[in-house]
C-alpha cells in the first residue's frame, strides 16, 4: 500500500510540473534563437502583441499557419501597428530550422524565427502537438492560446489580435535602483 502511495504521489507531482502558463499569467521570457544565434525575449518586445507559433517543416497544417501569419505581419509593419509574430520551430535539427529559415525568410520575410531543438520553450505552453499558438496582450501576459489550425479559425483569430492591438500601451518598464 505504501509503493501505490508513493507512486501516486510522483504520479500527480509529474502533473504539477507540466501545468501550462494560463492566461492573465506571464509567460517564460525566452523565445529561442535565430539563425544567427540571437536570442529572442518576450521582454525585448514588451510593448507589442506577441503572436508566438510552434512549428516544424514536417507539419502541413504549420505551413499553411505561416503564411497567414507572415501576411498579418506585413500588414501590421506596413500600418505601424505594434505587432510581433515569433514562429518557434519545435524540436527539430539545426539543420533542418537553418534551411527552412532561408527558405521561409525569402517568402515570409516578415516572420521572427527562432529555434526549440528539444521542445523545452513549448512546454509551459503544454505544447505536445503542433501548431500552438500563443497570444501576448502588450505587458507580456498570455491573452489566449490556441491548439490546431483551420481556416474557419481565421476571422476569430484576427478578432482577437485586432482587439489585443487596441488594448493601450503597457506603462514603461521600470528599472530598479540599485
Known sequence: MRKIGIALLGLMLCFAARAEVKPGEA????????????????????????????????????????????????????????????????????????RASR?????????????????????????????VMVMLHRDGTVAHVHVGYGEDMLDSLVAEINDLLAEPPPAPATVAAN
Open 27 to 98: 509567460p517564460p521570457d525566452a523565445l529561442g534563437t535565430t539563425q544567427r544565434g540571437q536570442a529572442v525575449t518576450v521582454s525585448s518586445l514588451h510593448g507589442k502583441v506577441v503572436v508566438i507559433s510552434f512549428w516544424a517543416t514536417w507539419c502541413g497544417y504549420c505551413m499553411k499557419e505561416l503564411p497567414v501569419l507572415a501576411n498579418l505581419q506585413s500588414l501590421a509593419t506596413e500600418r505601424g501597428l505594434p505587432l510581433q509574430v515569433v514562429a518557434v520551430n519545435h524540436r527539430e535539427d539545426r539543420d533542418v530550422f537553418v
Open 103 to 131: 527558405a521561409l525568410r525569402k517568402d515570409l520575410p516578415g516572420l521572427l524565427l527562432t529555434w526549440d531543438r528539444d521542445g523545452a520553450l513549448g512546454k509551459p505552453y503544454g505544447v505536445e502537438g503542433i501548431p
